[in-house]
């Protein structure tokens, strides 16, 4: 944050010494900055800057400032405390019939309003209703409704006043009106030159904008899908290297095969088979993610058995030499339901935008006396400082590993997020979230399940490297079986069986996520502080939309109350 603030404060000086801005005006504006982000982390809803021309310094208003005026100067200017309406639309005579107009008359004079806010235009009738009322009303402030939607139910005082255009020129006055709170700041620069003003103006949005963005990118994580990373391989302009056997290297048989599709005229082949599936589709995959066949064969070519931790005893593991790509033993089962949904799968990452699906480039069936199963996918880690990594099924009970375990599981998250700030981004949660819930309803309408989300959190690029892994286990009848015997097992207490149905674990899945990985449990204190405020000045609108709903219930009227 400190840092952040300086670089904010040198920008502002570097910027106005080359616009020839003095810098009596740019300091005092700077420290305003400083105050305002440290106030709620920079993450304030708005942030408006008002050029006022006038001697004084410049100076911080909690609220809205707009250039606008009552509707008639004998309307009051002061008003403590305000009942503001929101009227959408315009209130105009000559436009409404008698009973509309009856009704709106009724409202009016059962509802305690001191301020009517119209989005467009008041007709002279209504005007004289509103001095008769010593009512004050603001006419065509449609642009500034939209803008600024919480205006209507958080505004606690009004003040209107009239200031000269410019020093220069002390003749012409402009009109200012002050709302109080709105969840909104206002800074209110002030000076005699209004060219100077807006040239500060534009230069502080800026510096502001762009501090606001790195305080987002260095305090708080950002998500990084699949592929995390993107990184071109290094091309050296020759041929393409011919593959090796390796027997104790099973990835490079996979690369031997794919070498030899197009080669018919080899004469040694190796005592094997390499069967894939869905060949024309993983091709075009790969395609899509920037790799051609020779740079997936080379990275196949060679590879190291990997002890992962956290995998079926067993099962072979393997990274690809250049660790791009991840080569995992799989059971018969999987890769036969592979064979199944794989168009649906191909389909689906054809469509999404953003997906949290690790991406698979390729399922085989190898036969070395004895038949291996074996599916190759991206490796999330891949040109990544990873510190400590996650796997997250959305089950807290017996998902405790030891603090020096290489991977670590969902309880050990819930307590990390508490202790080591693990802070995502407020403003891309609500997307992710949508991610998520598109994923895990494709996963469940394939009827797969036990799928987890792998995270890694990456210290030196500030990012949670996250991707859902192990999602080709079909509920099969083994499975099935399973969840019976664990749920009778479980009779009488609260925890749940791990092998549910794949629409239940699709649910367990997301509320976990949504609630603690994507949700309030990881915000700063500060944001935490915000969106309290907002719920407050949430419920004050219900409660006012609900008393003018008891006041007028024999027809809708034509407004809205925030």
């Known amino acids: 944050m400190e840092e952040a603030a300086e670089r904010l404060r040198q920008f502002l000086l570097t910027s106005a010494n080359s616009l020839g801005i003095k810098d009596d005006w740019i300091i005092p504006c700077a420290d305003l900055l400083e105050i305002v982000a440290k106030e709620r982390d920079g993450l304030h809803n708005y942030i408006k800057f008002k050029c006022v021309a006038t001697s004084d310094s410049p100076s911080l208003f ?23 309406l929101v009227w959408e639309g315009s209130l105009d005579m000559d436009k409404e019939d008698k009973s509309a107009v009856s009704e709106t008359y009724t409202l009016l004079d059962q509802y305690p309003v001191n301020v009517v806010m119209v989005e467009g235009s008041i007709s002279e009738e209504y005007k004289g209703y509103f001095l008769s009322r010593e009512i004050t009303a603001v006419q065509n402030m449609k642009r500034r409704l939209q803008r600024y939607p919480s205006l209507g ?32 700041l206002t800074i209110l620069l002030k000076g005699s030159s209004t060219a100077e003003l ?61 070498q030899q599709v197009h080669d018919e005229s080899s004469e040694s082949r190796p005592k094997s088979s390499v069967f894939c599936q869905h060949r024309d589709s993983f091709h075009e995959l ?3 993610c920037n790799m051609t066949e020779s740079q997936y064969i080379s990275s196949l070519s060679r590879c190291d058995t990997w002890e992962a931790k956290g995998g079926k005893s067993g ?25 199944k949904f794989g168009p649906m799968y191909f389909e689906y990452m054809k469509e999404a935008n953003k997906t949290f699906l690790t991406k698979i480039y390729g ?27 996650y796997d997250l099924k959305g089950l807290v009970h017996g998902r405790l590993a030891p603090d020096s375990a290489q991977v670590r599981l969902d309880q050990n998250f819930l307590n990390d997020m508490k202790r080591l700030r693990l802070h995502l981004n407020p403003y ?54 399973e969840t019976v015997g664990k749920s009778l097992l479980l009779l009488g207490k609260e925890t749940r069986p791990t092998v549910i149905r794949p629409s239940e674990y699709k649910k367990r899945f997301v509320d976990f996520m949504v609630k603690q990985f994507l949700g ?18 949430r419920d004050a609108r219900l409660d006012a939309e609900k008393r003018l709903e008891e006041l007028n219930k024999k027809k809708p009227i034509r407004s809205r109350s925030f």
């Open 62 to 84: 909690y609220g809205l400032v707009f250039t606008k005026a009552p509707l008639d100067e004998n309307m009051p200017a002061l008003i403590i405390p305000t009942n503001l």
């Open 153 to 184: 139910y958080s505004c606690t005082a009004l003040r209107c006043e009239k200031t000269i255009e410019s020093l220069n020129d002390p003749i012409n006055e402009k009109p200012l009106m002050f709302l109080d709170g709105c969840g909104s």
């Open 198 to 258: 807006k040239l500060m103006k534009r230069m502080l949005k800026t510096g502001y904008n762009q501090f606001r963005n790195e305080l987002l990118s260095s305090d708080y994580f950002l998500v990084a899908l699949p592929p995390s990373k993107i990184i071109p391989w290094e091309m050296d302009g020759g041929q393409d290297e011919v593959v090796t056997i390796r027997e104790e290297e099973v990835s490079s048989y996979i690369a031997y095969s794919l």
């Open 286 to 288: 790969r395609s899509k």
């Open 315 to 339: 099962a072979l593991f393997a990274k690809s030499r250049d660790t791009r790509l991840i080569i995992k033993e799989i059971n018969q089962a999987e890769f036969e339901s592979f064979a």
């Open 363 to 389: 399922v085989y069936k190898v036969t070395l006396g004895q038949a291996k199963f074996l599916m190759v996918m991206e490796n999330l880690n891949f040109d990544r400082r990873i510190a400590m990594q």
């Open 428 to 481: 891309l949660k609500q997307d992710l979230q949508t991610v998520i819930r598109n994923d895990t309803a494709f996963l469940s309408g394939i009827n797969v399940m036990d799928y987890s989300l792998l995270v890694g959190v990456d210290m030196e690029n500030h990012e949670l490297v996250c991707g859902i892994i192990d999602y080709l286990a079909p509920y099969s009848l083994k499975k099935k079986l």
């Open 520 to 537: 309030e449990i990881d915000l700063r204190t500060k944001v935490k502080e915000l969106e309290q405020q907002l719920r407050k000045e």
